[in-house]
């Protein structure tokens, strides 16, 4: 048993389990994607599941929409695990009219400044139009994108477990 502790206290031990993690992210970004996207489905499921027995068992439950939640709740957690690339092609869509907006304030906001004859420094403009270019892109190749940064997140971890590994010196870590 002592040995098992020493084991899972271990930072060489953390690292490897990153770097292995970032390698998977790294070749199968779709397939990571439809995993948590299947797991989510199941969480949700659950919690419908859930909502449906309280509301079955607790007069209470019935007038604040417990009902509506749960079939709202089954029918993401459906949506998930059958077709999760509903979902995964709406993250980077989100992203990118999120960013996109961003750019377009900051445009707006520098173009006032100009009017206004204030200076607005050549970088922020830059900043901003590479940043709206990048949220065009973003929105007209949601699946690519997302398995991009996916792979981004993928060799952060790998770093991060090559870090551990580097730092660890093969010994445990000491509480």
């Not at 690519?144 to 971890?157: C, D, P, R």
């Amino acid at each position: 048993m002592e040995k098992l502790k020493k084991l899972f206290s271990n930072t060489a031990f953390d690292g490897i389990l990153l770097i292995i993690l970032g390698v998977i992210l790294l070749i199968n970004p779709g397939g990571t994607m439809d995993i948590i996207c299947f797991i989510i489905g199941i969480i949700l499921l659950i919690m419908a599941a859930v909502r449906f027995i309280t509301y079955a068992r607790n007069k209470e439950e019935r007038s604040n929409g417990s009902f509506f939640l749960a079939i709202l709740l089954t029918i993401v957690g459906i949506i998930l695990i059958a077709k999760p690339t509903l979902f995964t092609n709406i993250i980077p869509i989100a992203f990118a009219l999120l960013i996109g907006y961003g750019a377009v304030v900051s445009m707006m906001q520098l173009y006032n400044k100009k009017k206004a004859g204030l200076r607005a420094p050549a970088i922020s403009w830059v900043l901003a139009i590479v940043t709206l270019v990048l949220a065009v892109v973003v929105l007209f190749n949601p699946a690519t994108s997302l398995n991009t940064f996916i792979m981004f997140v993928g060799a952060a971890i790998i770093l991060a477990g090559i870090s551990l590994l580097s730092s660890s010196g093969g010994k445990s870590a000491q509480k």
